[in-house]
């Protein structure tokens, strides 16, 4: 590595990438590729000899960026957005730059300390228990995803469990999840020995705004108990990813200390929200929970990939997840006692210093600024709601709690089958228009279309013009 090449391809890196974002509204959102379309560009092996990277980025430029999906575009309103800025991404140059793997507090010291620190700075700003931090006898760590997060909360919730039940207990071991919850939940089930027959979701409706009831979990669990199964884990979600519903976080505490089990709380995406004060209400109750979740990744300005997760007892974390080798014990501090050691706390050895990206992300922008980025958007999907319910054509399907619309054409009449058919025509149609991307998801057995505005860049006009291409396009579909 030589420190002047470095910086030189590095510039031009920079310089292709503002490139890029100056440019990003200009491609088609939704990639136009076709199966199999890149393989026949490039050549069938590695080259023998090492090439320039300007002429690795020509071909980047033309072969790679037009076939991309364009989560950084604008006009991208599909599934959760993944925000990169200016902070994110010199974040992230750190992060890479550096490349130390803090795997262990002796494998770099200050690397540890600082996710300590940040996970604190994080879980004060959304407002989390005391019981969630260091300070307060718990503690955070930062993954790579969501699914990492849960898999590594499920074995802890089982080691818990299965201390007080003979081996083949974890046939009886039951999760509970709502019929909106992420499917990284019955992945993660799965993934730990949870038998597949004993991950239960449970409907929710219109009347509970897609949130899960105590009372629903309270019978499901009744259930199990009745034919000798054994409630182990509850998965709580402040904003879902299909409709963005909240379960109400503590009467599900309730439910969940009354049986014993285990209650996650995963705001991935609606996390970011909770830094500010109007959106806190929806994470009353936490204290009863045993971890929560939530991803800089999607709406918090911090480049790919980044999610926090806090515990209550750490020790019930690490006593699932811990595992010495001998070269891991460092001689000079073995007889420390009060370090943390973070591959105890995940699932691989090796890790990323994100804790440098979100510490440039928080100081750049700073709490205010933060705030600020989410209210923004919240408004822009306040006036798209509203613009919805004033035309006749449209519905708004499931309540706008942060920055996400749910809608849909309405049926005509009484038993319109085909509305989900036009509805989903409307959906391609936009799509294929290349002006925006957005995704459905199916609620109550109706297609509807989801309007998740969160893109880094995504401005007053551009939710407008969204709205414009959505109109233009019903008019055609709905025109005799
Ligand atoms: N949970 C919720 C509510 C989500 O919206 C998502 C992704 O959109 C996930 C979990 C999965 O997150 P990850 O991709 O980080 O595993």
């Not at 090492?50 to 690795?56: L, T």
Request: net charge neutral; charged share 20%.
């Amino acid at each position: 590595l030589d420190p002047d090449t470095f910086a030189g391809e590095s510039r031009a890196v920079i310089d292709f990438l503002a490139g890029y974002y100056r440019d990003v509204d200009k491609y088609p959102v939704q990639s136009e590729a076709q199966p199999g379309s890149l393989r026949r560009l490039l050549p069938d092996a590695a080259p023998e000899n090492g090439e320039p990277v300007d002429g690795i980025l020509e071909d980047a430029g033309q072969h790679i960026l037009p076939g991309l999906t364009h989560f950084q575009s604008p006009n991208f309103f599909a599934y959760y957005p993944a925000n990169a800025s200016t902070a994110g991404f010199v974040g992230e140059m750190l992060c890479a730059g550096l490349n130390v793997a803090p795997f262990t507090w002796a494998a770099s010291p200050l690397a540890t300390e600082l996710e300590c620190v940040m996970l604190d700075w994080m879980g004060k700003l959304m407002c989390l228990p005391d019981r969630f931090f260091f300070s307060g006898g718990g503690g955070g760590v930062l993954h790579g995803s969501t699914c990492e997060a849960v898999i590594c909360t499920l074995a802890a919730a089982r080691d818990r469990a299965l201390s007080k039940l003979t081996h083949e207990g974890i046939l009886k071991l039951v999760v509970y999840a709502s019929d909106q919850s992420h499917t990284t939940f019955q992945k993660g089930a799965r993934i730990v020995g949870i038998p597949p027959s004993n991950f239960r979701i449970i409907p929710t409706s219109a009347a509970s705004s897609y949130g899960l009831t105590a009372e629903s979990v309270r019978h499901a669990v009744e259930a199990d108990l009745a034919s000798g199964l054994v409630p182990l884990y509850l998965c709580a979600t402040v904003g879902t990813t299909g409709v963005g519903a909240v379960d109400p976080v503590g009467e599900l505490g309730e439910v969940a200390r009354r049986y014993g089990m285990w209650l996650h709380v995963d705001a991935a995406y609606a996390g970011s929200a909770l830094i500010c004060p109007e959106f806190q209400g929806y994470i009353h109750g936490a204290e009863l929970a045993d971890s929560v979740s939530m991803n800089p990744h999607k709406w918090f300005l911090t480049n790919m990939d980044c999610c926090c997760l806090w515990v209550a007892s750490p020790a019930q974390l690490t006593s699932a997840l811990s595992i010495t080798s001998e070269y891991l014990n460092d001689v000079s501090c073995q007889e420390t006692v009060d370090v943390v050691d973070y591959k105890d706390w995940q699932i691989a050895l090796a890790r990323r210093f994100r804790a440098i990206k979100l510490w440039v992300v928080l100081r750049r922008y700073g709490a205010a600024g933060l705030r600020a980025h989410i209210r923004r958007h919240v408004e822009m999907a306040k006036w798209f709601e509203q613009a919805v319910k004033a035309d006749e054509r449209l519905e708004v399907v499931a309540p706008r709690r942060f920055s996400l619309v749910c809608f849909r054409l309405r049926p005509r009449y009484e038993g319109d089958h085909a509305v989900d058919a036009l509805n989903r025509k409307l959906l391609n149609a936009v799509n294929a228009s290349g002006r925006a991307f957005m995704v459905h998801t199916v609620v109550d057995n109706k297609f509807v279309i989801r309007l998740a505005i969160g893109a880094t860049m995504t401005q007053m006009r551009h939710v407008r013009n969204a709205f414009h291409l959505i109109l233009e396009k019903a008019t055609k579909i709905l025109s005799p």
